[in-house]
């Protein structure tokens, strides 16, 4: 298995497939690294050289991933709740935040 971001990636699926397991990477993003990087986005992980795996982990690097994407989340989150605001009271109630209608009785 590969490792990228702290992530062990599947050997056995195709590149863009096996970035999205990557907290942070959905497929266009995916698709978007794959092709700057130059690797076909049907490559299989396992056939990938380690030169091309060191780009893809460069690749990876420019974007916020994994735990600081977490933490970044988290903190907006948290300036949510401390400023009362209507988002962050829900937020502190575990109530819906967008609109929904509560689970009624």
């Known amino acids: 298995m590969a490792r990228i971001a702290g992530v062990n990636i599947p050997d056995n699926k195709h590149a863009v ?19 700057s990087v130059g690797v076909e986005p049907t490559a299989k992980v396992k056939d990938l050289s380690d030169e091309k ?20 989340i988290q903190m907006n989150i948290k300036r949510l709740m401390d400023l009362g605001c209507y988002r962050g009271i829900r937020h502190r109630r575990n109530l819906p935040l967008r609109g929904q209608q509560k689970k009624k009785k």
Not at 25 to 32: L, P
Not at 53 to 72: A, F, P, Q
Request: aromatic share 10%; charged share 30%; proline share 0%.
């Open 17 to 35: 497939i096996s970035l999205t397991y990557i907290y942070g990477i959905g497929r266009t993003t995916a698709y978007a690294i794959c092709t």
């Open 53 to 72: 795996l060191d780009e893809i982990r460069n690749e990876v690097g420019k974007y916020t991933v994994e735990g600081d994407l977490r933490r970044e």
